[in-house]
């Protein structure tokens, strides 16, 4: 199922735990902070990019 | 007042601590000066906003259960396990604290020149409101004192809307890191118009509101609207704490991070040192590891015997420069380029250490290499 994953800008810390995941979903910008690159995705794919942010800066919403 | 656990400190530790705490059902107060906060040079939107980075408002503090006592220990009696708190908001209360976890991290005071004491800083919630509030209008001639971690990333932060300088007593930025990470630094700060004066001695200071003077042995006077400290640290433990070595920058603790010799204290965050199985005894001054000991605490304290392995792990962000550490750098006796990742090797020839330059979605196996402890690959570039 394809779920829609954001980052909220103001709460990542740039860890970049969450690319380390999954490089080609999310990248960080020039500041440091993640960005989603593919909003749309498999279900499972957001999850464990979502799952590896230490302070839980995804969310994961339906399409 | 009493709870079951009573954790000191509101940063990224006490916070990840109380939260997980409280998560469990566990009844926690929490001890801190404001609201729980991250540090504030970690964030460069904090720099540019001037809006400190909370953890948690008083809304989620009460929805998680978390009691907040607004204040710092001022005293601590371990063997009665009550502490004295000096309250924000005016007056003393005492806590009991039949479960302790003490989380107060690192202080980072002004460097002991004459006249230096009114210089800004950006360590504290206080001192990142006084700055950014100096720095309204762009242009302002900023000096950043100390080219550590802190005043790098703040020297390239500011240098998006001020004319930076960068000073230090050593000769490179980020001395004490790795010579190819000064380089990569020395590199950005350039491209970022900031200067930077290695190999300075600041003799004394005139601050005031209108401007500051720094008066210097080597470079002579350096004329400024603002300069800001973030040169050195030091233990923010108290006596009662460190014993015979006042100057302790942390707890020794076990494995499960219960500080060794005190059954109902705990420790977390930059004040603990833990037996690491490869590296021996460590201390890991980093937001990643501030988290996960934090966590870990709460997890021993309900009744967790799992070992606290955490790889030291930091990242920093100077101007473009993505920074990425794993492992212990200090065990690395020899460097190497292997498939764009910076590989330090101890004497026996397994990765101690990989260093990462704008490459953060390599992290997953720089892990991997630092846990194998691999062996020499055939073909290796000496850096």
């Known amino acids: 199922m394809l779920v829609r994953l954001t980052v909220d800008p103001d709460a990542c810390i740039g860890s970049a735990e969450c690319v380390a995941v999954d490089p080609a979903a999310v990248e960080l910008d020039e500041s440091g902070t993640a960005f989603v690159l593919v909003s749309e995705l498999e279900e499972e794919r957001a999850k464990e990019i979502s799952d590896a942010c230490p302070i839980g800066a995804f969310s994961i919403s339906p399409l | ?162 004319d930076v300088t960068l000073v230090d007593m050593v000769d490179r930025p980020l001395a004490r890191l790795l010579p190819r990470v000064s380089e990569a630094a020395r590199t950005t700060l350039d491209s970022l118009h900031v200067r930077f004066l290695g190999s300075c001695s600041i003799d004394s200071a005139s601050i005031d509101v209108h401007g500051a003077v720094l008066h210097t042995s080597t470079h002579g006077d350096i004329d400024c609207d603002v300069v800001v400290s973030a040169a050195g640290f030091r233990s923010s433990l108290p006596p009662e704490l460190t014993g015979v070595d006042p100057r302790a920058l942390t707890l020794p603790a076990d494995e499960q991070l219960r500080v060794i010799g005190q059954d109902h204290l705990w420790a977390c965050g930059d004040c603990v040192s833990f037996p690491h199985p490869r590296w021996g005894r460590i201390g890991i001054p980093h937001w990643d590891h501030a988290l996960w000991s934090g966590r870990h605490v709460a997890d021993a304290i309900l009744g967790s015997s799992t070992p606290y392995v955490r790889e030291p792990y930091f990242f920093s962000d100077i101007g473009s420069l993505r920074v990425q550490q794993v492992g212990f750098a200090d065990a690395a006796v020899e460097w190497s380029d292997e498939d764009g990742l910076g590989v330090g090797r101890d004497e026996g020839g397994s990765a101690a250490c990989v260093l990462l330059l704008n490459a953060p979605s390599r992290l997953r196996d720089a892990r991997a290499l630092v846990a194998a402890g691999s062996p020499r690959s055939p073909a290796t570039t000496h850096a």
């Open chain 2, 1 to 162: 007042m009493s709870g079951s656990v009573v954790v000191v400190g509101n940063g990224v530790s006490g916070f990840a601590c109380a939260a997980r705490l409280a998560d469990q059902g566990a009844a926690v107060t929490m001890i801190g000066p404001g609201l729980p906060h991250d540090r504030p040079p970690l964030s460069k939107r904090s720099l540019r906003t001037g809006r400190l980075p909370l953890l948690a408002d008083a809304e989620q503090l009460e929805a998680k259960g978390i009691e907040h006592v607004d204040g710092v220990v001022t005293a601590c009696d371990l063997a009665r396990r009550r502490l004295v708190v000096s309250l924000t908001a005016g007056g003393t209360l005492d806590v009991e604290a039949p479960s302790l976890v003490w989380a107060t991290g690192l202080r980072y005071p002004r460097p002991p020149i004459p006249g230096f004491e009114r210089a800004e800083e950006n360590a504290t919630a206080v001192g990142l409101a006084s700055l950014t509030q100096r720095l309204t209008v762009p242009g302002r001639r900023v000096v950043v004192v100390g080219a550590g971690l802190i005043g790098t990333e703040t020297a390239a932060t500011l240098a998006h809307e001020h």
